[in-house]
Structures are given as structure tokens and as C-alpha cells.
T-cell receptor, first 116, second 114 residues
Framework: EAGVAQSPRYKIIEKRQSVAFWCNPISGHATLYWYQQILGQGPKLLIQFQNNGVVDDSQLPKDRFSAERLKGVDSTLKIQPAKLEDSAVYLC??????????????FGPGTRLTVL | AQKITQTQPGMFVQEKEAVTLDCTYDTSDPSYGLFWYKQPSSGEMIFLIYQGSYDQQNATEGRYSLNFQKARKSANLVISASQLGDSAMYFCATSGGSNYKLTFGKGTLLTVNP
């Protein structure tokens, strides 16, 4: 079974530029998550989708970050315009979403973003 | 709201010895889950073990066991017979809230010495 796919793996941009990340979850997984992991910290949830609807985006900086999950499969996370503090690893995860508190999430390899 | 505290920024252990990584949590949810993930230098998060708040027995998965003390709100990870490949960051997390989202701690960097 294929895992969670993400691209690109690395991205370097200058501040005020825009950037987009792509995620393809494990087939059949209804729930998709985007996390931001700043160096030296644990992942922080940015947005959670259930199928193609947003369940939680309370920690998404909506003035610059946007995300969509068209057709309930692939997802794209965009930052526009980027700031220096957006430098982080962006992790995508997916889960079946039907197991309540036992909600094992499978993570992709992440995209390392550097904003200069 | 949930909170995870991992007080050990770094730990060292000799190969083949056991090591305990500490985790305390705070949650207002009556039912919750506790997870441990491993993150090698390559960056991917690898699921290790899960404990439900109402599970009577401590969870075990191969060389990993979770020392769950509900009254003390602790969920320590025990790795037995450490291997060089166990060197990585280890994150404790709890699931809670209506959407069971994961809240992670800051992690512990484990180094296994030969």
C-alpha cells in the first residue's frame, strides 16, 4: 500500500513570494491533515479535512495561508505572501477518520520550506 | 484544550539498555488517546504505540511499551534493548476534542551510543 505522498520535498523562496505544497493521502483515507513543524518543536495542526470539508482550521493564519481538498482526495496548501517565520517543515497526514480517539495518522515525508 | 509536556530535550542510552522517555499531559476530555511517534533525521513521523484512556492494561508493541499512569497524567515510553537505529526524535501526542486532533509535545532527542 502506498503511503502519503508530498511534493516538493524542498523549497526555497524569498519573503513575499508565494508557494504551494501538494499532498496525496493514502487511498481510502477520509481525513487529511496539514501540520507545520518549526525547528525544535512538535508538529502543529494547521487544518483538518474530512472528505472535502474543513473540520478544523482554527490555527491556520488565514490572511496568508489557504488550503483546499477538491474531490476529497488530493490537497494543496498555499502560502501567499510568505514571511520569514513560515520557514518550517510542512507535514501532510491522513487517517481513516472513523475510529474516534484512536485516530492513527500516517504521515508523509514533509516539505521543508526555507524563506529568505 | 490539550497540552503535552516532554521535559527531556535530550537523552542518551547505551546500546542494548532500556530507556524511558517522559510525557505528561493535560486534557479536559473524559475520553482521549495517547500516541508516541518517532521522527528520524529523514523527517517522516512513524507511529509507535497507542494507549486509550480507558484501556486497563498498558500498551505494548514489540520493544515499545507505554507506562500509563492516569492519576498522574503521565504516559512514558519505555524502549527495551535499545538499538542504534532508535536514535531519533520522539514525540508524545494526545488526541481529543470533537475532531480528535493530535496535540504534540516538543519532543525528546534520543541518542543510542554503541
Amino acid at each position: 500500500e502506498a503511503g502519503v505522498a508530498q511534493s516538493p520535498r524542498y523549497k526555497i523562496i524569498e519573503k513575499r513570494q508565494s508557494v504551494a505544497f501538494w499532498c496525496n493521502p493514502i487511498s481510502g483515507h477520509a481525513t487529511l491533515y496539514w501540520y507545520q513543524q518549526i525547528l525544535g518543536q512538535g508538529p502543529k495542526l494547521l487544518i483538518q479535512f474530512q472528505n472535502n470539508g474543513v473540520v478544523d482550521d482554527s490555527q491556520l493564519p488565514k490572511d496568508r495561508f489557504s488550503a483546499e481538498r477538491l474531490k476529497g482526495v488530493d490537497s494543496t496548501l498555499k502560502i501567499q505572501p510568505a514571511k520569514l517565520e513560515d520557514s518550517a517543515v510542512y507535514l501532510c497526514a491522513s487517517s481513516l477518520g472513523d475510529r474516534g480517539k484512536y485516530n492513527e495518522q500516517f504521515f508523509g515525508p514533509g516539505t521543508r520550506l526555507t524563506v529568505l | 484544550a490539550q497540552k503535552i509536556t516532554q521535559t527531556q530535550p535530550g537523552m542518551f542510552v547505551q546500546e542494548k539498555e532500556a530507556v524511558t522517555l517522559d510525557c505528561t499531559y493535560d486534557t479536559s476530555d473524559p475520553s482521549y488517546g495517547l500516541f508516541w511517534y518517532k521522527q528520524p533525521s529523514s523527517g517522516e513521523m512513524i507511529f509507535l504505540i497507542y494507549q486509550g484512556s480507558y484501556d486497563q492494561q498498558n500498551a505494548t508493541e514489540g520493544r515499545y511499551s507505554l507506562n500509563f499512569q492516569k492519576a498522574r497524567k503521565s504516559a512514558n515510553l519505555v524502549i527495551s534493548a535499545s538499538q542504534l537505529g532508535d536514535s531519533a526524535m520522539y514525540f508524545c501526542a494526545t488526541s481529543g476534542g470533537s475532531n480528535y486532533k493530535l496535540t504534540f509535545g516538543k519532543g525528546t532527542l534520543l541518542t543510542v551510543n554503541p
